[in-house]
């Protein structure tokens, strides 16, 4: 059974930074694509960034600069680093899992809190 489980959300300020970590269980991160999504009050559940099983990586245009999508294999946990967050970040985020080639995530964590206060 597959499980994500993200952490590290908080309340910040605008320019802090946090780190979102997705710990998994029954895949391993290295080998499928890992992505962050992110789901504002009232708007619909949005891309953040994702990796794939080469390391590529890819952002959305608001987070490019600012947001870094990492992994580590040993400890099977995918990392969203937020620096200079800004109060539109304001979100609950979400880790999520799909197959290579599948171009649906078929794994979804709980969602983490991130409230950004300008």
């Known amino acids: 059974q597959v499980q994500l489980v993200e952490s590290g959300g908080g309340l910040v300020q605008a320019g802090d930074s946090l780190r979102l970590s997705c710990a998994a269980s029954g895949r391993t991160v290295s080998t499928y694509s890992m992505g962050w999504f992110r789901q504002a009050p009232g708007k619909e559940r949005e891309f953040v960034a994702a990796t794939n099983w080469r390391s590529d990586t890819d952002y959305a245009e608001s987070v490019k600069g600012r947001f870094t999508i990492s992994r580590d294999n040993a400890k099977n946990t995918v990392y969203l680093q937020m620096n200079s967050l800004k109060p539109e970040d304001t979100a609950v985020y979400y880790c999520?899992?799909?197959?290579?080639?599948?171009?649906?995530?078929?794994?979804w964590g709980q969602g983490t809190q991130v409230t950004v206060s300008s």
């Open positions: 999520a899992s799909r197959r290579i080639g599948v171009s649906s995530y078929d794994y």
